[in-house]
Nanobody
Framework: EVQLQASGGGLVQPGGSLRLSCVAS????????MSWFRQASGEGPEWVSS????????AYADSVKGRFTTSRDNAENTLYLQMNSLKPEDTAVYYC???????????????????WGQGTLVTVSS
């Protein structure tokens, strides 16, 4: 059974940091591009970041560039998102997603992904 289990969310003050994790099982993790999406209340999903299969290349949405860093540990089947300098507008449910054979033009398209996790809630508030 395919599973993507996201964790690490919580309540943090503006300017603070959180580290999200996503542990994968049931598929060959190293063959998949991994991404983070987020969905704020009343809004559609927003692409946040992606990392290539071997972890050498990553991409970020303009809204998080310079503040967030994604990484992966293929030996542990785990994806990470380090979030620094958090803002209230970062408040959302964060989802990890996996895609095989993803092309650059489809990186931010939710329907391009094969597997999705259940998400973890990040709340940035004072």
């Amino acid at each position: 059974e395919v599973q993507l289990q996201a964790s690490g969310g919580g309540l943090v003050q503006p300017g603070g940091s959180l580290r999200l994790s996503c542990v994968a099982s049931g598929f060959t993790f190293s063959n998949y591009t991994m991404s983070w999406f987020r969905q704020a209340s009343g809004e559609g999903p927003e692409w946040v970041s992606s990392i290539a299969r071997v972890g050498g290349t990553a991409a970020y949405a303009d809204s998080v560039k310079g503040r967030f860093t994604t990484s992966r540990d293929n030996a542990e089947n785990t994806l990470y998102l380090q979030m620094n300098s958090l803002k209230p507008e970062d408040t959302a449910v964060y989802y990890c997603a996996a895609a095989a054979g993803l092309i650059l033009s489809s990186i931010g398209v939710p329907s391009s992904y094969d597997y999705w996790g259940q998400g973890t809630l990040v709340t940035v508030s004072s």
